[in-house]
């Protein structure tokens, strides 16, 4: 059905009429339209945008509820915001609820405290009409101080159409695909992202020193920050924070965040960026210069032989001399974050299971296991490992899966099949590369594959894997199965060593 609201003039006389008390100011309507959906869905459309203001209007990141009950003849609720009740002729009222919007920027907007409230035809004074006669009207009660204008009668246009898109939509059997806060509540995550926007976004957008867009990568960093601080407060509590290594860190700035906000950890990626040197003295000497080689690729053989495998090569000098090598073996339990790092982005769980350390991932463009720029293969990961598995395309198999929703599906069987517990986030960032992969929990039983990667890790010697300790001669063999798999890593060194002569990354 195509939206095409009738306007209602100024000066037609109103539909609703409030009966809360005498002298009310009218209700004005403004636009109604037709629609083919019952009662039902209406409800259930209209609790979706009461509790997600933020459908309708930017500036909102969501709305708080803090009151939600039925209502009765003597409601007296125990509520710190009392709400304000209103009866309308020819209407039973139902459901009572206080909402707080919460603004997208504070310095900008104060949190609103509302009233809202949902009520029922009442018919035994009014027809009783089918789903195909019912109409939607939208009506406003104005402040003197602020008759109708042009602006609300287009907000209102907007609400009416939302309104009327969300209900046909149901009911023709639209199911949303992508779900926000499986992970984490929404809440925790905006509020402390709101708090770390505050603090550094105006500062860092004024300093950028890069060629690319600081609003992007700002906003883009401290979002992923928001959420990596909540996802660590719930993992580890009040208990020692194990440090995090961003693997392909790029322009260094979401290490400079999350050193500031009292994270102790590193970056390393294999160009040194300009905005290194405009970081904190922390970060500076926490981004390191360096090309990754997994030491399953050095003991494998099949390396050149002629790299220098070790890390005490002075990082820093120029045009790639004396670039270190990182063996892709990290003290046991540290997070791995790789943020958009590309040729890295299907390293990450085969370096997480190596190391024993909880990883993030967040793809962004297809690379192979050698490096190469490649279109990964349509996959179907089990969704026994994924717990919040969600389905990024109409159907994975179809010829209409997107290279970026095989790329994720791609990576995810490969964290599987190395024994991880998949859990599938979407991110609240300014981009549409925003799924996070999360890997913090090993499967009982792997039955994804034949290659016995649990491993979990419960031998002693196992959790002291160290940056300079071989890595255990079982677990290396599983994770060549695991890359051998998916399609080997020959041509690794080229590829990686590459990036040090000048091919960059967008990230």
């Known amino acids: 059905m195509i939206f095409s609201p009738t306007p209602s003039p100024a000066g037609s006389p109103p539909i609703l009429e409030e009966t809360t008390t005498i002298g009310t100011t009218p209700w004005t309507p403004l636009f109604s339209h037709s629609c ?3 009662p039902e869905i209406f409800r259930e459309v209209m609790l979706n945008l009461i509790r997600n203001p933020n459908i309708n209007s930017n500036r909102l990141f969501r709305a708080d509820i803090s009151l939600d009950i039925p209502y009765t003849p003597n409601l007296a609720p125990d509520s ?24 997208r920027n504070p310095l900008l907007d104060k949190p609103l405290d509302q009233t809202s409230f949902l009520h029922t035809t009442n018919n035994s004074s009014t027809s009783k009409s089918t789903s195909k006669e019912a109409t939607l009207s939208i009506h406003y009660s104005f402040f003197s101080a602020s008759p109708r204008s042009p602006v609300h009668e287009q907000t209102a246009h907007h609400l009416l159409r939302v309104l009327h898109k969300h209900g046909q939509g149901l009911s023709t059997g639209y199911i949303k695909r992508v779900h926000h806060d499986v992970v984490l509540p929404q809440a925790v995550v905006q509020n402390t992202y709101a708090r770390l926007k505050a603090k550094y976004a105006k500062v860092l957008c004024e300093s950028w020193s890069e060629s690319t867009d600081p609003t992007k990568h700002v906003f883009e960093d401290l979002g992923i920050a928001a959420f990596l601080i909540e996802l660590w407060r719930e993992m580890y509590g009040g208990g020692k924070f194990p440090g995090f290594v961003d693997i392909g860190c790029g322009n260094g700035l979401l290490v400079h965040i999350l050193l500031e906000e009292g994270y102790a950890g590193w970056g390393f990626d294999a160009r040194r960026r300009k905005s290194w040197a405009t970081w904190s ?13 997994p030491a399953i690729i050095q003991t494998a053989g099949s390396g050149s032989g002629s790299l220098d495998w070790s890390l005490d090569t002075e990082a820093g000098k120029g045009e790639g001399e004396g670039v270190g090598i990182h063996n892709g073996i990290f003290p046991t339990g ?74 994720v599906s791609w990576v995810s069987q490969i964290a599987q099949d190395c024994g991880w517990v998949v859990e599938k986030e979407m991110l609240r960032i300014p981009s549409t590369r925003n799924t996070a992969l999360i ?49 080997g890593a020959e041509g690794w060194e080229g590829n990686a060593l590459k990036l040090v002569s000048g091919v960059l990354r967008g990230h």
């Open 281 to 293: 003295e922390a970060a500076q000497e926490n981004l390191r210069e360096l090309v990754l080689i």
């Open 80 to 103: 710190e915001i009392p709400p304000r009740i209103a009866h309308f002729e020819d209407f039973d009222l139902k459901t009572v609820m206080v909402r707080t919007m919460i603004p």
């Open 334 to 407: 540290t997070f791995i974050i790789s943020n958009h790092a590309d040729e890295l982005t299907p390293w990450t769980p085969i370096l997480a299971t190596l190391s024993s350390s909880p990883f993030i991932m967040i793809p962004c463009c297809s690379h192979s296991l050698s490096g190469s720029r490649f279109r990964a293969p349509k996959t179907t990961p089990s969704t026994s490992s994924t717990p919040n598995s969600q389905n990024t395309t109409s159907n994975p198999n179809s010829n209409n899966t997107s290279a970026f929703a095989s790329l």
């Open 36 to 38: 083919s959906f019952p």
């Open 439 to 487: 890997g913090r929990k090993r499967l009982n039983n792997t039955t994804t594959t034949n290659l016995n990667p649990s491993h979990e890790v419960a031998d002693a010697e196992k959790k002291k894997i160290d940056i300079d300790v071989d890595v255990d001669v079982d677990m290396d063999m599983d994770m060549k199965e695991v890359v051998k798999k998916y399609g």
